[in-house]
């Protein structure tokens, strides 16, 4: 069946490291790529999607490649601030509507 | 616009006792999903309405759960009777169709005791 891999956190940073949290997945057929991110007390929403190969989704300064030949979809981001504190989640969406997510990655950025 | 309205917040229920989720979806979507998210892992899908027929629900336990979605537009998602292990945040969420964003309501903290 599908399934994502994210890479294990939690994953602590100083306020404008690099960061890139790793995605990988297995799929039939083409699925849409997303990243959600749940702050602090505050539920899942969408931070960036892309829907075919070599897409690049970006918001907020995040950004991730779809890249078939590996079957990753990393997020990355150039300099974190402590507002990016939060459990990030890697997920797929297949064509027939299945979805899965992975188990999430806790980023603490701190000052 | 209104987000993914979901209703009670938290529930705390005895062992063999019955519970039931409420889930109104942004208007005009016709797909909803319901998730169950156990502490430190990711949502995992229940169960998937495209208007009120159902889609998936190959992941639901069905001798315990069940859920439905009348008129295409609310949904309610029934333990019956709960278990230890059904404590977890039960994530309600629409989108306008299949494989686009999903919008996700604040959740349903359960606790069985």
């Known amino acids: 069946g599908d399934s994502v891999t994210q890479m294990e956190g939690p994953v602590t940073l100083s306020e404008e490291a690099f960061l890139t949290i790793n995605c990988t997945y297995t799929?039939?057929?083409?699925?849409?790529l997303f990243w959600y991110v749940q702050y602090p007390g505050e539920g899942l929403q969408l931070l960036l999607k892309a829907t075919k190969a070599d897409d690049k989704g970006s918001n907020k300064g995040f950004e991730a490649t779809y890249r078939k030949e590996t079957t990753s979809f990393h997020l990355e981001k150039g300099s974190v601030q402590v507002s990016d504190s939060a459990v990030y989640f890697c997920a797929l969406y297949t064509n027939a509507g299945k979805s899965t997510f992975g188990d999430g990655t806790t980023l603490t950025v701190k000052p | 616009e209104a987000g993914v309205a979901q209703s009670p917040r938290y529930k705390i229920i005895e062992k063999r006792q019955s519970v039931a989720f409420w889930c109104n979806p942004i208007s005009g979507h016709a797909t909803l999903y319901w998730y169950q998210q156990i502490l430190g892992q990711g949502p995992k899908l229940l169960i998937q309405f495209q208007n009120n027929g159902v889609v998936d629900d190959s992941q639901l336990p069905k001798d315990r759960f069940s859920a439905e979605r009348l008129k295409g537009v609310d949904s309610t998602l029934k333990i019956q009777p709960a278990k230890l292990e059904d404590s977890a945040v039960y994530l309600c969420?629409?989108?306008?169709?299949?494989?686009?964003?999903?919008?996700f309501g604040q959740g349903t903290r359960l606790t069985v005791v």
């Open positions: 799929a039939t057929g083409y699925p849409s």
């Open positions: 969420a629409s989108s306008l169709g299949t494989n686009t964003e999903a919008f």
